[in-house]
Protein backbone atom coordinates (compact mmCIF):
# COMPACT_ATOMS: atom_id res chain seq x y z
CA UNK A 1 0.00 0.00 0.00
CA UNK A 2 1.62 3.38 -0.74
CA UNK A 3 1.94 5.49 1.78
CA UNK A 4 1.24 8.97 2.19
CA UNK A 5 1.24 11.53 4.54
CA UNK A 6 -1.73 12.78 6.73
CA UNK A 7 -2.12 16.21 6.38
CA UNK A 8 -5.34 15.78 4.24
CA UNK A 9 -6.94 13.86 6.99
CA UNK A 10 -5.87 16.64 9.81
CA UNK A 11 -7.69 19.05 7.14
CA UNK A 12 -10.95 16.90 7.28
CA UNK A 13 -10.73 16.90 10.96
CA UNK A 14 -11.56 20.80 10.85
CA UNK A 15 -14.25 20.42 8.51
CA UNK A 16 -15.70 17.84 10.72
CA UNK A 17 -15.40 19.99 13.94
CA UNK A 18 -17.06 22.48 12.01
CA UNK A 19 -19.78 20.24 10.92
CA UNK A 20 -20.05 19.16 14.49
CA UNK A 21 -20.43 22.51 16.04
CA UNK A 22 -22.91 23.61 13.15
CA UNK A 23 -24.84 20.87 13.98
CA UNK A 24 -25.05 21.35 17.65
CA UNK A 25 -25.99 24.91 16.89
CA UNK A 26 -28.99 23.82 15.11
CA UNK A 27 -30.49 20.88 16.93
CA UNK A 28 -30.11 22.82 20.53
CA UNK A 29 -33.29 24.36 20.04
CA UNK A 30 -35.09 21.05 18.92
CA UNK A 31 -33.20 19.15 21.98
CA UNK A 32 -34.78 22.57 24.36
CA UNK A 33 -38.15 22.76 22.63
CA UNK A 34 -40.20 21.28 25.18
CA UNK A 35 -38.97 23.22 27.92
CA UNK A 36 -39.46 26.27 25.44
CA UNK A 37 -42.90 25.60 24.70
CA UNK A 38 -43.43 25.60 28.34
CA UNK A 39 -41.15 28.50 29.49
CA UNK A 40 -42.15 30.93 26.13
CA UNK A 41 -46.02 29.71 25.94
CA UNK A 42 -44.88 28.32 22.60
CA UNK A 43 -47.68 26.25 20.61
CA UNK A 44 -46.80 23.38 18.08
CA UNK A 45 -47.81 25.25 15.53
CA UNK A 46 -45.23 28.02 16.51
CA UNK A 47 -42.07 25.74 17.11
CA UNK A 48 -42.94 24.55 13.04
CA UNK A 49 -43.08 28.43 12.12
CA UNK A 50 -39.14 28.81 14.15
CA UNK A 51 -38.06 25.48 11.79
CA UNK A 52 -39.32 26.76 9.16
CA UNK A 53 -38.32 30.35 9.20
CA UNK A 54 -34.76 28.10 9.97
CA UNK A 55 -34.64 25.85 6.56
CA UNK A 56 -36.50 29.05 4.53
CA UNK A 57 -33.43 31.25 4.86
CA UNK A 58 -30.93 28.21 4.94
CA UNK A 59 -32.89 27.21 1.73
CA UNK A 60 -32.40 30.90 0.11
CA UNK A 61 -28.75 31.43 0.75
CA UNK A 62 -27.27 27.73 -0.33
CA UNK A 63 -27.16 29.20 -3.42
CA UNK A 64 -26.06 32.09 -2.19
CA UNK A 65 -23.10 30.58 0.36
CA UNK A 66 -22.08 28.04 -2.71
CA UNK A 67 -21.33 30.96 -4.97
CA UNK A 68 -19.29 32.97 -2.12
CA UNK A 69 -17.37 30.08 -1.75
CA UNK A 70 -16.17 29.38 -5.15
CA UNK A 71 -15.36 32.74 -5.28
CA UNK A 72 -13.68 34.22 -1.86
CA UNK A 73 -12.47 30.39 -1.27
CA UNK A 74 -12.70 27.89 1.38
CA UNK A 75 -10.73 29.34 3.67
CA UNK A 76 -12.05 33.14 3.88
CA UNK A 77 -15.92 31.88 2.64
CA UNK A 78 -16.37 29.20 5.91
CA UNK A 79 -14.31 31.67 8.38
CA UNK A 80 -17.31 34.65 7.32
CA UNK A 81 -20.31 32.27 8.12
CA UNK A 82 -18.88 30.40 10.95
CA UNK A 83 -18.78 33.75 12.82
CA UNK A 84 -22.08 34.51 11.69
CA UNK A 85 -23.65 31.34 12.87
CA UNK A 86 -21.97 31.59 16.29
CA UNK A 87 -23.05 35.07 16.81
CA UNK A 88 -26.62 34.41 15.84
CA UNK A 89 -26.55 31.51 18.06
CA UNK A 90 -25.61 33.82 20.99
CA UNK A 91 -28.23 36.09 19.95
CA UNK A 92 -30.81 33.44 20.33
CA UNK A 93 -30.52 33.19 24.16
CA UNK A 94 -31.91 36.43 24.43
CA UNK A 95 -34.94 35.61 22.55
CA UNK A 96 -38.29 36.50 24.54
CA UNK A 97 -40.78 34.96 22.72
CA UNK A 98 -41.16 32.29 19.29
CA UNK A 99 -40.71 35.56 17.04
CA UNK A 100 -37.41 36.75 18.48
CA UNK A 101 -36.57 32.59 18.12
CA UNK A 102 -37.43 32.64 14.88
CA UNK A 103 -35.12 35.96 13.95
CA UNK A 104 -32.37 34.65 15.34
CA UNK A 105 -32.79 31.01 14.12
CA UNK A 106 -33.15 32.53 10.70
CA UNK A 107 -29.97 34.15 10.23
CA UNK A 108 -28.56 31.29 11.32
CA UNK A 109 -29.93 29.53 8.79
CA UNK A 110 -28.26 31.80 6.02
CA UNK A 111 -24.92 31.47 7.67
CA UNK A 112 -24.93 27.53 8.49
CA UNK A 113 -25.99 27.22 4.78
CA UNK A 114 -22.48 27.22 3.62
CA UNK A 115 -21.44 23.87 5.95
CA UNK A 116 -22.57 21.56 3.57
CA UNK A 117 -20.97 23.16 0.06
CA UNK A 118 -17.68 24.26 2.13
CA UNK A 119 -17.34 20.56 3.43
CA UNK A 120 -17.89 18.85 0.02
CA UNK A 121 -15.31 22.17 -1.43
CA UNK A 122 -13.04 21.03 0.97
CA UNK A 123 -13.01 17.57 0.04
CA UNK A 124 -12.92 18.20 -3.24
CA UNK A 125 -9.46 20.11 -2.95
CA UNK A 126 -8.03 17.67 -0.25
CA UNK A 127 -8.57 14.03 -1.65
CA UNK A 128 -8.38 11.88 -4.83
CA UNK A 129 -11.40 10.07 -5.82
CA UNK A 130 -10.79 6.90 -4.46
CA UNK A 131 -11.20 8.56 -1.00
CA UNK A 132 -13.45 11.39 -1.69
CA UNK A 133 -16.87 9.14 -0.29
CA UNK A 134 -14.92 7.87 2.98
CA UNK A 135 -13.96 11.93 3.73
CA UNK A 136 -17.49 12.99 2.82
CA UNK A 137 -18.77 10.45 5.03
CA UNK A 138 -15.80 11.38 7.90
CA UNK A 139 -16.99 15.29 7.89
CA UNK A 140 -21.21 14.31 7.52
CA UNK A 141 -20.90 12.14 10.68
CA UNK A 142 -20.21 15.49 12.20
CA UNK A 143 -23.89 16.51 11.68
CA UNK A 144 -24.84 13.57 13.56
CA UNK A 145 -22.44 14.12 16.43
CA UNK A 146 -23.85 17.57 17.18
CA UNK A 147 -27.29 15.97 17.53
CA UNK A 148 -25.94 13.39 19.66
CA UNK A 149 -24.62 16.29 21.89
CA UNK A 150 -27.45 18.40 21.88
CA UNK A 151 -30.03 16.78 24.22
CA UNK A 152 -27.56 16.28 27.12
CA UNK A 153 -26.25 19.46 26.91
CA UNK A 154 -29.48 21.12 26.92
CA UNK A 155 -30.81 19.26 29.84
CA UNK A 156 -27.31 19.62 31.66
CA UNK A 157 -27.53 23.48 30.59
CA UNK A 158 -31.35 23.66 31.85
CA UNK A 159 -30.51 21.89 34.97
CA UNK A 160 -27.72 23.77 36.48
CA UNK A 161 -29.05 27.13 34.65
CA UNK A 162 -31.70 27.55 31.81
CA UNK A 163 -32.24 26.84 28.14
CA UNK A 164 -30.31 30.32 27.42
CA UNK A 165 -27.20 28.87 28.53
CA UNK A 166 -26.92 26.03 26.12
CA UNK A 167 -26.82 28.53 22.88
CA UNK A 168 -24.61 30.50 24.65
CA UNK A 169 -21.93 28.33 25.18
CA UNK A 170 -22.62 26.46 21.32
CA UNK A 171 -22.40 30.40 19.74
CA UNK A 172 -19.07 30.38 21.90
CA UNK A 173 -17.60 27.28 20.52
CA UNK A 174 -18.58 28.21 16.98
CA UNK A 175 -16.75 31.68 16.85
CA UNK A 176 -13.75 30.13 18.26
CA UNK A 177 -14.08 27.21 15.59
CA UNK A 178 -14.08 29.78 13.24
CA UNK A 179 -10.91 31.99 14.30
CA UNK A 180 -9.15 28.86 13.99
CA UNK A 181 -10.08 27.70 10.80
CA UNK A 182 -8.73 30.73 9.53
CA UNK A 183 -5.06 30.36 10.77
CA UNK A 184 -4.92 26.58 10.00
CA UNK A 185 -6.57 26.05 6.61
CA UNK A 186 -5.25 26.46 2.79
CA UNK A 187 -5.44 24.85 -0.36
CA UNK A 188 -2.98 21.99 -0.70
CA UNK A 189 -0.89 23.98 -3.09
CA UNK A 190 -0.73 27.05 -0.46
CA UNK A 191 0.30 24.16 2.26
CA UNK A 192 3.87 24.73 3.02
CA UNK A 193 4.09 21.50 5.98
CA UNK A 194 2.14 19.15 2.82
CA UNK A 195 4.82 16.58 1.88
CA UNK A 196 5.30 16.47 -1.85
CA UNK A 197 4.62 12.91 -1.95
CA UNK A 198 0.81 13.38 -0.16
CA UNK A 199 0.66 16.26 -2.87
CA UNK A 200 1.40 13.71 -5.69
CA UNK A 201 -1.12 11.28 -3.92
CA UNK A 202 -3.92 14.23 -3.91
CA UNK A 203 -3.38 15.73 -8.06
CA UNK A 204 -2.83 12.31 -9.00
CA UNK A 205 -5.76 10.89 -8.16
CA UNK A 206 -7.88 13.93 -9.10
CA UNK A 207 -9.82 13.55 -12.70
CA UNK A 208 -8.78 16.12 -15.30
CA UNK A 209 -11.60 18.66 -15.99
CA UNK A 210 -12.25 21.42 -17.92
CA UNK A 211 -11.56 24.38 -16.48
CA UNK A 212 -14.23 26.79 -15.61
CA UNK A 213 -13.09 30.48 -15.32
CA UNK A 214 -16.54 31.38 -14.23
CA UNK A 215 -19.57 29.77 -12.80
CA UNK A 216 -22.03 30.27 -15.31
CA UNK A 217 -25.47 29.33 -13.17
CA UNK A 218 -27.96 29.72 -15.66
CA UNK A 219 -25.63 26.95 -17.80
CA UNK A 220 -25.64 24.77 -14.34
CA UNK A 221 -29.91 25.00 -13.78
CA UNK A 222 -30.32 23.80 -17.87
CA UNK A 223 -28.19 20.43 -16.90
CA UNK A 224 -29.19 17.21 -16.70
CA UNK A 225 -26.99 16.09 -14.18
CA UNK A 226 -27.95 18.92 -11.91
CA UNK A 227 -31.26 17.87 -11.94
CA UNK A 228 -30.46 14.27 -11.22
CA UNK A 229 -28.85 15.33 -7.99
CA UNK A 230 -31.65 18.13 -6.82
CA UNK A 231 -35.05 16.47 -7.14
CA UNK A 232 -33.69 13.02 -4.72
CA UNK A 233 -32.30 15.73 -2.56
CA UNK A 234 -35.77 17.62 -2.46
CA UNK A 235 -37.46 14.37 -1.74
CA UNK A 236 -34.65 12.95 0.50
CA UNK A 237 -34.18 16.03 2.78
CA UNK A 238 -37.56 16.09 4.76
CA UNK A 239 -36.85 13.32 6.50
CA UNK A 240 -33.46 14.71 7.79
CA UNK A 241 -35.05 17.79 8.56
CA UNK A 242 -37.71 16.11 10.64
CA UNK A 243 -35.15 14.13 12.59
CA UNK A 244 -32.96 16.42 13.61
CA UNK A 245 -36.09 19.10 14.97
CA UNK A 246 -38.90 16.81 15.77
CA UNK A 247 -38.06 13.68 17.52
CA UNK A 248 -37.95 15.09 21.14
CA UNK A 249 -41.39 16.56 20.43
CA UNK A 250 -42.23 13.35 18.68
CA UNK A 251 -41.31 11.32 21.65
CA UNK A 252 -43.14 13.97 24.41
CA UNK A 253 -46.41 14.14 22.66
CA UNK A 254 -46.95 10.58 21.39
CA UNK A 255 -44.86 8.71 24.17
CA UNK A 256 -45.16 11.45 27.09
CA UNK A 257 -41.46 11.47 27.74
CA UNK A 258 -40.07 14.36 30.10
CA UNK A 259 -36.78 16.20 29.61
CA UNK A 260 -34.72 13.10 31.64
CA UNK A 261 -35.87 10.76 28.95
CA UNK A 262 -35.40 12.62 26.06
CA UNK A 263 -31.83 13.18 27.76
CA UNK A 264 -31.06 9.26 27.82
CA UNK A 265 -32.94 8.38 24.76
CA UNK A 266 -33.71 11.03 22.13
CA UNK A 267 -29.28 11.14 20.91
CA UNK A 268 -29.45 7.76 19.83
CA UNK A 269 -31.02 7.53 16.59
CA UNK A 270 -28.21 10.03 15.81
CA UNK A 271 -26.03 7.90 16.88
CA UNK A 272 -27.12 5.51 14.26
CA UNK A 273 -26.79 8.36 11.93
CA UNK A 274 -23.17 8.09 12.33
CA UNK A 275 -23.00 4.76 11.45
CA UNK A 276 -24.22 5.71 8.59
CA UNK A 277 -21.98 8.74 7.75
CA UNK A 278 -18.54 6.79 8.11
CA UNK A 279 -20.47 3.12 6.79
CA UNK A 280 -22.08 4.94 3.85
CA UNK A 281 -18.52 6.66 2.89
CA UNK A 282 -17.32 2.92 2.44
CA UNK A 283 -19.74 1.39 0.62
CA UNK A 284 -19.67 3.07 -2.86
CA UNK A 285 -16.08 1.36 -2.95
CA UNK A 286 -17.33 -2.33 -1.87
CA UNK A 287 -20.34 -1.65 -4.37
CA UNK A 288 -17.62 -1.01 -7.11
CA UNK A 289 -15.61 -4.29 -5.90
CA UNK A 290 -18.86 -6.75 -6.16
CA UNK A 291 -20.78 -5.37 -8.61
CA UNK A 292 -17.99 -4.09 -11.06
CA UNK A 293 -19.55 -0.77 -11.73
CA UNK A 294 -18.03 3.05 -12.23
CA UNK A 295 -18.05 5.25 -8.98
CA UNK A 296 -21.40 6.95 -10.36
CA UNK A 297 -23.53 3.72 -10.04
CA UNK A 298 -21.92 2.58 -6.80
CA UNK A 299 -23.36 5.70 -5.20
CA UNK A 300 -26.59 5.55 -6.55
CA UNK A 301 -26.92 1.78 -5.15
CA UNK A 302 -26.31 3.80 -1.33
CA UNK A 303 -28.86 5.55 -2.47
CA UNK A 304 -31.02 2.89 -3.22
CA UNK A 305 -29.80 0.84 -0.37
CA UNK A 306 -30.96 3.82 1.68
CA UNK A 307 -34.07 4.57 0.22
CA UNK A 308 -35.21 1.05 1.29
CA UNK A 309 -34.37 1.38 4.78
CA UNK A 310 -36.07 4.23 5.24
CA UNK A 311 -39.55 1.77 5.34
CA UNK A 312 -39.01 0.85 8.30
CA UNK A 313 -39.34 4.28 10.14
CA UNK A 314 -42.45 4.91 7.91
CA UNK A 315 -44.27 2.05 10.34
CA UNK A 316 -43.23 3.61 13.40
CA UNK A 317 -47.38 4.09 13.79
CA UNK A 318 -47.75 0.74 14.00
CA UNK A 319 -45.79 -0.25 16.97
CA UNK A 320 -47.15 0.99 21.05
CA UNK A 321 -43.63 0.91 22.65
CA UNK A 322 -41.28 3.53 22.66
CA UNK A 323 -38.50 1.66 22.75
CA UNK A 324 -39.38 0.24 19.43
CA UNK A 325 -40.04 3.63 18.15
CA UNK A 326 -36.32 4.64 18.80
CA UNK A 327 -35.05 1.74 17.13
CA UNK A 328 -36.79 2.56 13.64
CA UNK A 329 -35.21 5.82 14.14
CA UNK A 330 -31.99 4.50 14.60
CA UNK A 331 -32.89 2.43 11.33
CA UNK A 332 -33.86 5.79 10.14
CA UNK A 333 -30.68 7.73 11.34
CA UNK A 334 -28.67 5.29 9.59
CA UNK A 335 -30.59 4.67 6.34
CA UNK A 336 -31.00 8.37 5.61
CA UNK A 337 -27.27 9.53 6.21
CA UNK A 338 -25.95 6.69 4.14
CA UNK A 339 -27.80 7.74 1.27
CA UNK A 340 -27.18 11.42 2.04
CA UNK A 341 -23.56 11.62 2.04
CA UNK A 342 -24.14 9.53 -1.31
CA UNK A 343 -26.25 12.46 -2.72
CA UNK A 344 -23.85 15.48 -1.88
CA UNK A 345 -20.76 13.14 -3.37
CA UNK A 346 -22.15 13.26 -6.48
CA UNK A 347 -22.09 16.52 -6.72
CA UNK A 348 -17.82 16.44 -6.92
CA UNK A 349 -18.24 13.62 -9.14
CA UNK A 350 -20.15 15.27 -11.59
CA UNK A 351 -18.75 18.81 -11.57
CA UNK A 352 -15.72 20.98 -12.04
CA UNK A 353 -13.90 21.68 -8.87
CA UNK A 354 -14.18 25.65 -9.53
CA UNK A 355 -18.59 25.20 -9.22
CA UNK A 356 -18.89 22.13 -7.31
CA UNK A 357 -20.24 24.72 -3.90
CA UNK A 358 -22.04 26.39 -6.44
CA UNK A 359 -23.98 23.16 -7.80
CA UNK A 360 -24.23 21.64 -4.20
CA UNK A 361 -25.51 25.07 -3.13
CA UNK A 362 -28.76 24.64 -5.60
CA UNK A 363 -29.24 21.09 -5.04
CA UNK A 364 -29.35 22.11 -1.46
CA UNK A 365 -31.71 24.87 -2.09
CA UNK A 366 -34.15 22.50 -3.61
CA UNK A 367 -33.71 19.96 -0.26
CA UNK A 368 -34.46 22.86 2.03
CA UNK A 369 -37.41 23.80 -0.08
CA UNK A 370 -38.66 20.62 0.59
CA UNK A 371 -37.27 20.54 4.30
CA UNK A 372 -39.34 23.93 4.81
CA UNK A 373 -42.17 23.19 3.28
CA UNK A 374 -42.47 19.48 5.21
CA UNK A 375 -41.66 21.65 8.78
CA UNK A 376 -45.10 23.58 8.30
CA UNK A 377 -47.17 20.56 7.32
CA UNK A 378 -46.00 18.52 10.60
CA UNK A 379 -46.98 21.71 12.50
CA UNK A 380 -49.87 22.07 11.24
CA UNK A 381 -50.85 18.49 11.32
CA UNK A 382 -48.93 16.99 14.51
CA UNK A 383 -51.48 18.12 17.12
CA UNK A 384 -54.13 16.59 14.64
CA UNK A 385 -53.29 13.56 12.75
CA UNK A 386 -50.14 13.15 15.28
CA UNK A 387 -46.69 12.24 13.27
CA UNK A 388 -46.75 8.51 12.65
CA UNK A 389 -48.56 9.19 9.12
CA UNK A 390 -46.25 11.93 8.59
CA UNK A 391 -42.97 9.41 9.30
CA UNK A 392 -45.01 6.72 6.70
CA UNK A 393 -44.48 9.96 3.87
CA UNK A 394 -40.85 10.18 4.34
CA UNK A 395 -40.13 6.93 3.28
CA UNK A 396 -42.27 7.18 0.02
CA UNK A 397 -40.43 10.33 -0.46
CA UNK A 398 -37.61 8.80 -0.55
CA UNK A 399 -38.21 5.86 -2.45
CA UNK A 400 -39.57 7.76 -5.19
CA UNK A 401 -36.24 9.78 -4.61
CA UNK A 402 -34.33 6.73 -5.82
CA UNK A 403 -36.35 6.04 -8.90
CA UNK A 404 -35.61 9.60 -9.73
CA UNK A 405 -31.62 9.16 -9.32
CA UNK A 406 -31.58 6.22 -11.16
CA UNK A 407 -34.15 7.79 -14.38
CA UNK A 408 -32.07 11.30 -14.76
CA UNK A 409 -28.58 10.64 -13.69
CA UNK A 410 -26.39 9.36 -15.90
CA UNK A 411 -22.94 8.02 -15.92
CA UNK A 412 -20.59 10.64 -17.00
CA UNK A 413 -17.74 9.23 -19.38
CA UNK A 414 -14.51 7.75 -17.59
CA UNK A 415 -12.43 11.17 -16.55
CA UNK A 416 -8.95 11.04 -17.60
CA UNK A 417 -6.82 11.21 -14.76
CA UNK A 418 -3.42 13.38 -14.35
CA UNK A 419 -0.59 10.74 -13.87
CA UNK A 420 2.45 11.67 -11.83
CA UNK A 421 4.88 11.62 -15.07
CA UNK A 422 2.79 14.22 -16.73
CA UNK A 423 3.13 16.46 -13.65
Request: overall charge positive.
Amino acid sequence: MRKTGHKRWFMLSLVTLGTILCYLTRNTISAAAPTLQSDLHITTQQYSYIIATFSACYTIAQPIAGYLLDTLGTKVGYTIFGLMWGVFCIGASFATGWKGLAMFRGLGGFAESAMIPAGLKSVTEWFPDTERSVAVGYFNVGSSIGAVIAPPLVAWAIYIRDWRLAFIMVGVFSVLWAAGWYFTYNRPSKTKSLSREEYLYITDGQPEKPKVEKVRIGRLLKQRKFWGIALPRFLAEPAWGTFNAWIPLFMVHTYGFNLKDIAMFAWIPMLFADFGCIIGGYLPGMFQKMFGVNIVVSRKLVVTMGAALMILPGMVGLFGSPMVAIALLCVGGFAHQSLSGALITLSSDMFDSNEVATANGFTGMAAWTASTMFALVVGALADTVGFSPLFAVLSVFDVIGAIVLWVLLKSPEEPKLVTQEEN
